[in-house]
């Protein structure tokens, strides 16, 4: 088998030419795809189709999802591109060791993200979020031997949670404030929400999720690094997954948040502000693969801009726009893969000629390129009309959007023209002789998906009403009518096409001083997100080690000083701000009896912390144990007796045989800590008997012990409460001291298997 070559120029042999997950990930996108688009005339007409899966039927607990205009179109998306990236990961991946893994990776990212969109509740849509995170962890690192793959794969995975923690904490919120955490109830009464108190703490949460997740300023730096994927993840993740997750939290929560200043300005700031810098990043790049993945970052700052807005056009705009921008952007990463796949580099500065050799490239490039420049009869164009009219339309800020637009978009033309030409034409520059399309697996994708902006250029109204009027309609909460045309005459969005077109072309052309000029400024600068990130890092690290040297000091003695210290100060506040109670408190009634065995537990404990043998101490500890059990046995609790005697019983002769490994204590370093053990002791056990008659003559609520009672037997099957509590109702508590102990139990046979091995030796 001929070898393959890696992205980070490696080699594989030996792998699977193929798997069987390599013909059922595409089917089921087909199938899940085939099954959403089924749906299209019922959210057309709009209605909403809500479905529920039992989850815990004993809770009340259920899986709830819903389609609307709004997420099918996202759903397909998902699933439509997923089809083809699934097909060309066969071709790209070919021969790769790790070819079924990719494969787990890719189908799991892609559930994920339709359950993220499809998700009808709170909940459920933050454990996909999650679960997003994860799967773009794993194939982001997937070529695990390469340190920049390992790097970019923990830079999204630590930036990504932590915006998910501020989004769980976001939609806790918004479910409070709502009174539900469904999504169809929540977005039937959004009146009320934008003079709730807790609507800026909302806002600000949910913003910090959706802005880390859809790589918006300052958080932009995250995914061009994640082109350490292979290109089927980044074509997959750029154009319909991870970072467009961003867009659709912002999407769905606009008519509820929507209708504030503060939600238009700060959409509106942080998205131009990441266009305009990926713009600029964009057309320095020589790397095709992270030209593209700025101009990504470009496209995902101007959908955040557009959405800032609440009036229809700029809707309409930002719709149209993610449905230009995933078609175009898949197959451009598909083609930049096939370069790189058959000439070993995607340095712009090493391709050249290779338009004979793969005419079916260049043509998926040059029709996928046009798209992204916006040239008519491509629905690029109609989105680019579209955006130049909904800035025009946004009243706060016009110039700002207009601005913003104008200049991302002239570079964006730049970068495309470079796209689809600088590789293609030209001398031949590669060393490698037989050059070639490749597979169908490989330019099919491409290929259809750059015909579908023809396509959908040419017969606009199936796209305008059947995709993104219902999707608008339901962002707007409204009903709206949106319709294309390729010609709406000589207009002001007309003449800022001409413009951009103008300046793109003049940028393009003056490539090589732009980009240099570009390289200058960056250098003049302090410092990069990228550096501060790192910097941030190295800092947190050093904190954790810092901390560590300080708390784990490896001294037992001073873990449990701390520990019960800690103790007797939160008792001690508690019983401070209830001081009422203490004075009224009285010693129980004790018989003969229990008199003895207090007297017992007493004055062992006094022999303990007497003795100066430390055999003397653990038997006089071992003399406590045996008074508390026999306090348990007078007071009703045998069971509890028996394992008090055993286990005292097992500890004593374990302590014993340890007793010849321990090292001696000095005796003048326990005169000098006596004194401050023993006020510690005083103070806990102060604390806890305080505590204790406080709690025992406080009225009693037999409400919990009641519900026991009447459940153990006819749910549980025990008489035995104590167990049955155990058992049955802290199951999970008990399934973890279990763990504790099991893990226990290997720990000490892992250690003395180790030793004998060492002894052996």
């Not at 003079?195 to 806002?203: A, D, E, F, G, S």
């Not at 970072?243 to 209708?259: C, N």
């Not at 409204?478 to 002001?492: D, S, T, Y």
Request: net charge positive.
């Amino acid at each position: 088998m001929a070898a393959v070559q890696h992205e980070d120029g490696s080699s594989f042999t030996g792998g699977p030419t193929t798997s069987w997950l390599g013909f059922l990930v595409p089917s089921l996108a087909a199938g899940a795809f085939l099954g959403l688009l089924s749906q299209l005339p019922r959210t057309e007409a709009g209605e909403t189709i809500t479905f529920t899966i039992p989850w815990v039927p004993s809770l009340g607990i259920s899986a709830s999802f819903f389609i609307d205009g709004l997420n099918l179109l996202f759903a397909l998306l998902i699933s439509g591109i997923g089809f083809f990236v699934a097909i060309y990961a066969a071709g790209y991946l070919r021969g790769h060791p790790l070819l079924r893994r990719f494969y787990l990776y890719l189908l799991l990212f892609m559930v994920s993200m339709l359950g993220l969109v499809l998700a009808a509740d709170l909940i459920m849509l933050f454990v996909f979020w999650e679960l997003t995170t994860i799967a773009s962890y794993l194939l982001i690192g997937f070529n695990h031997e390469a340190k920049a793959a390992r790097r970019a794969a923990l830079q999204a995975l630590l930036l990504t949670t932590l915006g998910g923690l501020c989004l769980l904490a976001g939609l806790i919120l918004l479910g409070s404030a709502t009174g539900s955490y469904n999504w169809v109830e929540i977005l039937a009464n959004t009146d009320h929400l934008s003079q709730h108190p807790l609507y800026t703490p909302i806002l600000l949460l949910l913003l910090l999720g959706a802005f880390s997740k859809s790589a918006q300023f300052p958080w932009h730096f995250w995914l061009p690094n994640a082109m350490a994927a292979p290109t089927p993840v980044s074509a997959y993740l750029h154009s319909a997954t991870m970072v467009k997750a961003g867009i659709y939290l912002l999407a769905r929560v606009h008519p509820l948040l929507a209708s504030t200043e503060l939600w238009e300005w700060a959409l509106t700031l942080v998205g131009s502000a990441t266009g305009v810098i990926a713009a600029v990043l964009s057309l320095r790049q020589t790397d095709l693969k992270l030209a593209l993945a700025y101009s990504t970052v470009v496209a995902l700052g101007l959908l955040t801009m557009f959405l800032g807005s609440d009036d229809s056009v700029a809707i309409a705009a930002a719709i149209t726009f993610v449905l230009v921008h995933s078609c175009y952007k898949a197959g451009l990463f598909m083609v930049v893969g096939i370069i790189d796949h058959q000439t070993g580099t995607r340095d712009l500065r090493k391709l050249g000629g290779l338009g004979r050799a793969m005419p079916i490239c260049w043509f998926c490039a040059m029709a996928a390129a046009l798209s992204m420049a916006g040239f008519p009869p491509f629905l690029g164009f109609i989105g680019k009309e579209l955006k130049y009219e909904g800035a025009l339309a946004i009243a706060t800020e016009p110039i700002l959007v207009v601005g913003a637009a104008v200049f991302t978009n002239v570079l964006m033309v730049a970068v495309a023209a470079t796209l689809a030409l600088k590789p293609f034409l030209g001398p031949r520059r590669t060393q490698r002789v037989h050059i070639s399309d490749g597979s169908p697996t490989l330019w099919l994708g491409p290929l259809v998906l750059s015909a579908l902006g023809v396509a959908f250029g040419l017969f606009t109204p199936l796209i305008a009403e059947g995709l993104v009027q219902p999707a608008v309609a339901t962002i707007l909460g409204r009903p709206e009518v949106v319709q294309f045309k390729l010609w709406h005459g000589i207009n002001v969005p007309l003449l800022l096409s001409l413009i951009t077109l103008v300046f793109g072309i003049a940028a393009f052309m003056a490539q090589g001083p732009l980009r240099a000029g570009i390289g200058r400024l960056l250098q003049r600068l302090p410092t990069t997100s990228d550096r501060l990130w790192d910097a941030g890092l190295s800092t947190l690290k050093w904190c954790a080690a810092a901390q560590t040297q300080l708390l784990q000091s490896g001294l037992l003695r001073r873990y449990l000083f701390v520990i019960f210290a800690a103790i007797a100060t939160v008792m001690a506040f508690a019983l401070w701000r209830n001081a009422d109670l203490i004075p009224g408190l009285a010693l129980p009634g004790l018989n003969v009896k229990e008199w003895t065995a207090l007297a017992l537990v007493a004055a062992a404990a006094v022999l303990t912390t007497a003795a100066r043998s430390p055999l003397a101490a653990i038997c006089a500890l071992g003399a406590l144990g045996v008074g508390m059990a026999l306090l348990y046995l007078f007071f009703g609790a045998p069971d509890l007796a028996i394992t008090q005697l055993l286990v005292e019983t097992l500890f004593l002769i374990l302590a014993v045989a340890a007793l010849r490994q321990l090292p001696a204590v000095s005796s003048a370093r326990r005169r000098l800590l006596r004194p401050l053990d023993a006020l510690l002791a005083t103070a806990v056990g102060a604390a806890f008997t305080i505590t204790t008659l406080a709690v025992i003559q406080a009225p009693f609520h037999s409400e919990v012990s009641e519900y026991f009672i009447a459940k153990a037997v006819p749910e549980a099957l025990g008489r035995n409460i104590v167990n049955v509590i155990l058992v049955d109702f802290r199951a999970l508590d008990t399934f973890g001291e279990v763990v504790v102990v099991f893990t226990a139990a290997i720990a000490a046979a892992t250690l003395v298997a180790a030793r004998n091995r060492e002894s052996g030796k």
